[in-house]
Nanobody, 124 residues
């Protein structure tokens, strides 16, 4: 069974940095896609950054140049380095996995497996 566990959330000042981690286990496929998503109160869940098993990356316009997604396939870890944080980055952040290999980012409802989320709060 696929399990995803996020960690690394917390509080930061605007302009600061946080690094999120997602430990994945039980993945039976050699090709798949993963992503980081976030959901603020009263808002829909949105994609932040995406990566597939070939290392193809994609970012939401709102985080380009500030966030970096990466993976360590040997350790089954997914990361999100968040720099130059803004108050509008405040949200619950989730990592997700889809067993399909996506060349271009897929919307949240396409992802089959989700972590429990980690809260990120950015103060001005």
């Amino acid at each position: 069974e696929v399990q995803l566990v996020e960690s690394g959330g917390g509080s930061a000042q605007a302009g600061g940095s946080l690094r999120l981690s997602c430990a994945a286990s039980g993945i039976p496929w050699s090709s798949y896609s993963m992503g980081w998503f976030r959901q603020a109160p009263g808002k829909e869940r949105e994609g932040v950054a995406y990566i597939n098993t070939d290392g193809i990356l994609s970012y939401a316009d709102s985080v380009k140049g500030r966030f970096t997604i990466s993976q360590d396939n040997a350790k089954n870890m997914l990361y999100l380095q968040m720099n130059s944080l803004k108050p509008e980055d405040t949200a619950m952040y989730y990592c997700a996995l889809d067993r399909r290999w996506w060349l271009t980012p897929a919307p949240p409802h396409e992802y089959n497996y989700w972590g429990q989320g980690t809260q990120v709060t950015v103060s001005s």
